[in-house]
């Protein structure tokens, strides 16, 4: 298959940028769409920081799908963000429509303006679109000595537990620790087993699917990677990842008074149509609990008792969550940030049709 190799291989093709010119690209796209120009900048930046975490699918990539939903009236560039303070500590973020990574970004800075003056602050957005990974608002809250607890809901993907109809999302949580001495330590999880660019990358190979990924239409397991992609997600740890899938769905969704479950409108099926998802941010000021010689001593124990474990496999030393992307954040501050030439490409092209 000649022309499936050369696709494979011009997706592979990587270049490599300094920060500061991924994010003048990105905000030029986003700036030359339809946005302002301070709002292009911040969904940029979250963008920017995903590719320099290595979550490529979430980064710039997004730029020419978001451009193009605005395009079609799905999403609108112009959205006049509201940010409405309900009661100490508490705001509820409308997102007019606007694009995901902007209203996320607004939802960060209200909960992280709310734990400032109380000492733990929450946002509950909605009116929201695709906000990239958690990833980046977890990481620029530690920055700035916050934990956190960040998620959003998502178009359907998996079933509810036991059915075969897909009426849950595959809803990205986190959780994020600050450290005065050192790198953070970031969790960031969707609840599916693997994602769905994951089995589309397997079917294009002709290789199956691992066990437990997928099921088929029928609600069976399956390794045929067609089918699973013609059926559903697997959530991880079966019931207990549904269960969690469902809660951040509350939390997120329903209390936030976004769409939930089958009333978020998938991006890909309908684009012309508003998302409405809602995400949740909650903030701690650890600054308020604790000295930043206190929280230097302790993060730095407690990750010398994960990191120091003996390794099963000594070419893969043991880790703490977020490890990798840190690892990777580092060297793209140092060397650039890595991209794929596709992807790259396909922002230049948005700058192009603006």
Do not use: C
Request: aromatic letters at 4%; zero cysteines; glycine letters at 12%.
């Amino acid at each position: 298959m000649p022309h499936l190799e050369q696709t494979l291989k011009a997706s592979m093709t990587e270049t490599t940028l300094p920060e500061s010119e991924l994010l003048h690209r990105a905000t030029t796209a986003l700036h030359r769409g339809g946005m302002r120009q301070e709002d292009a900048e911040k969904t940029a930046r979250v963008l920017v920081l995903a590719d320099m975490f290595g979550v490529r699918t979430h980064g710039i990539s997004r730029v020419a799908q978001y451009l193009a939903r605005v395009r079609v009236g799905g999403i609108d560039a112009r959205a006049d963000v509201q940010v409405a303070r309900m009661a100490p500590g508490l705001s509820m973020v409308d997102g007019r429509n606007g694009v995901g990574p902007l209203v996320g970004t607004h939802a960060l800075e209200a909960a992280m303006q709310s734990a400032r003056e109380v000492g733990i602050g929450a946002a509950f957005a909605s009116g929201s679109n695709h906000f990239g990974p958690i990833l980046p608002y977890s990481f620029m809250a530690a920055q700035q000595g916050f934990a956190s607890i960040i998620a959003s809901n998502a178009t359907t993907t998996i079933a509810p537990w036991g059915g075969k109809d897909t009426r849950v999302g595959n809803n990205p949580m986190g959780i994020g620790m600050p450290n005065p001495g050192g790198d953070p330590i970031l969790l960031d999880i969707a609840l599916s087993v693997a994602a769905r660019a994951k089995m589309r990358k397997l079917l294009q190979q002709g290789e199956p699917l691992p066990e437990g990924w997928a099921a088929d239409a029928d609600g069976k397991p399956t390794t045929d990677a067609k089918k699973g992609l013609e059926g559903f997600l697997l959530p991880m740890g079966g019931h207990k990842g549904y269960g969690l899938a469902v809660m951040v769905d509350l939390l997120a969704g329903l209390l936030s008074g976004a769409a939930y479950l089958t009333h978020v409108q998938a991006w890909d099926k309908n684009p012309e149509a508003a998302q409405n998802l809602g995400h949740v941010f909650i903030l701690i000021d650890t600054t308020k609990l604790h000295s930043a010689d206190w929280m230097r001593e302790r993060m730095a124990d407690f990750g010398a008792i994960l990191r120091d474990t003996p390794a099963a496999d000594p070419a893969q030393p043991v880790m703490a969550p977020g490890d990798r992307e840190m690892a990777l954040y580092a060297r793209s501050k140092r060397d650039g940030v890595t991209v794929a030439t596709a992807d790259l490409d396909a922002l230049q092209t948005s700058i192009g049709e603006a």
